[in-house]
T-cell receptor, first 110, second 115 residues
Framework: DQQVKQNSPSLSVQEGRISILNCDYT??????FLWYKKYPAEGPTFLIS?????DKNEDGRFTVFLNKSAKHLSLHIVPSQPGDSAVYFC?????????FGTGTRLQVFP | DAMVIQNPRYQVTQFGKPVTLSCSQT?????MYWYQQKSSQAPKLLFH???????NEADTPDNFQSRRPNTSFCFLDIRSPGLGDAAMYLC??????????????FGPGTRLTVT
């Protein structure tokens, strides 16, 4: 039973445009959410996070939005750059461990 | 640079032949994790160590064991690998438990092939 779902396996966006990556979760006890970014042949790296007491967190070009009533979060990248091309994992937690989604492969083309 | 190192990057083993994967960290973090990631699936936590305290996930098969002889090193032992154990194995660390466990630092992974 997948508690964290990323229903889009891939996304293709033109450079300079907005990339929106989506994530849904089922466990209402989750109180912290994170996005990780993974390049080929490397491990995932932490990108941005949000606590359940907030609905938005921004860090430069990256913004995460949380809609608790819909159990949905999204990652916005504006403007998208070719170096953003990677796999993005959504993760959630209510304890000492993270539950990951299956990832979305983002490709940013010139 | 402080980092999480996994050796080897690629490991081939035979069906039923024990295999050990290694992870080391220079971050001096208290918590170390092992994840299994199969193709197109989410990374799945197998177990973690908080210092020397071992925490096994309920659905981790008995075939998988782990050792943490000191702060820096952690090993994943697969006693009798089956074809279904072929996967990427990711090691990760976090500074501490609780909220500090949310930001985890990952190694590049070891891709295990079982023939």
């Amino acid at each position: 039973d997948q508690q964290v779902k990323q229903n889009s396996p891939s996304l293709s966006v033109q450079e300079g445009r907005i990339s929106i990556l989506n994530c849904d979760y089922t466990n209402s006890m989750f109180d912290y959410f994170l996005w990780y970014k993974k390049y080929p042949a490397e491990g995932p790296t932490f990108l941005i996070s949000i606590s359940s007491i907030k609905d938005k967190n921004e860090d430069g070009r990256f913004t995460v939005f949380l809609n608790k009533s819909a159990k949905h979060l999204s990652l916005h990248i504006v403007p998208s750059q070719p170096g953003d091309s990677a796999v993005y994992f959504c993760a959630a937690s209510d304890t000492d461990k993270l539950i990951f989604g299956t990832g979305t492969r983002l490709q940013v083309f010139p | 640079d402080a980092m999480v190192i996994q050796n080897p990057r690629y490991q081939v083993t035979q069906f039923g032949k024990p295999v050990t994967l290694s992870c080391s960290q220079t971050l001096n973090h208290n918590v170390m994790y092992w994840y299994q990631q199969k193709s197109s699936q989410a990374p799945k936590l197998l177990f973690h160590y908080y210092d020397k305290d071992f925490n096994n996930e309920a659905d981790t098969p008995d075939n998988f064991q782990s050792r943490r002889p000191n702060t820096s090193f952690c090993f994943l032992d697969i006693r009798s690998p089956g074809l279904g154990d072929a996967a990427m194995y990711l090691c990760a660390t976090s500074r501490d438990a609780g909220r500090s466990s949310y930001e985890q630092y990952f190694g590049p992974g070891t891709r295990l092939t079982v023939t």
